[in-house]
């Protein structure tokens, strides 16, 4: 949801509408770090009983998902600080750069959508394979848009305060989608021995 709110956020031309899906990413970012000392605090206890094996494996791996999510909202609130900073600075992205950001928020939302389905799959018939070709997809294109923006850098193409405004928006991107690839394997590694 949070990360649907930064699409729209990005994507938004009415400074009011922009400004309260702001506010609300900053209250969803604040609910998810409570939630993961609430839910952390709870595996936490029930490790200390007796568990199976694979009890044992489950706690640990909730562990690590409650972790990663609370890392993605952690990045969907510095892409969202950063499209503050980009209003503020009155910068604006040309429409083959917003382009790429949109093309790059696309391939880590349909990143996530394959995290729920792992995650609400349990632990039994995950799809990693799939979760792993869409990791792949958004390394590439954050390499490709990467090399694009050091070579545009180089020739003057835009001004250096947009070109920090770009890097932070499609590497905050990738970054959450190493979040989100972490979920995926950490249900996938409950079936490993």
Same mark, same amino acid.
């Given at each position: 949801r949070t990360f649907t709110m930064v699409e729209e956020m990005f994507n938004e031309t009415n400074e009011k509408k922009f400004y309260k899906l702001y506010d609300k990413i900053e209250k969803y970012e604040g609910i998810s770090d409570r939630m993961e000392v609430e839910i952390a605090n709870y595996l936490t206890k029930i490790s200390e009983g007796e568990l199976s094996a694979l009890g044992s494996k489950r706690i640990k791996a909730q562990l690590t998902i409650v972790s990663e999510l609370e890392s993605i909202a952690d990045c969907c609130y =510095?892409?969202? $600080?950063?499209?503050?900073?980009?209003?503020?600075?009155?910068?604006?992205?040309?429409?083959?750069?917003?382009? =790429?950001?949109? $093309?790059m928020m696309k391939l880590v939302h349909e990143s996530i959508l394959e995290m729920q389905k792992n995650i609400e799959l349990g632990y039994l018939k995950i799809n990693i394979v799939h979760a792993n070709e869409l990791e792949r997809a958004i390394n590439n294109y954050r390499d490709r848009l990467k090399k694009e923006h050091l070579k545009d850098i180089e020739k003057k193409e835009y001004d250096y305060k947009i070109g920090v405004i770009y890097a932070d928006l499609f590497s905050e991107c990738e970054k959450c989608a190493d979040y989100v690839i972490n979920v995926s394997e950490a249900v996938d590694g409950i079936n490993k021995e």
């Open positions: =510095n892409l969202a $600080k950063t499209m503050i900073r980009k209003k503020d600075s009155k910068i604006s992205l040309s429409p083959s750069l917003s382009d =790429n950001i949109r $093309k």
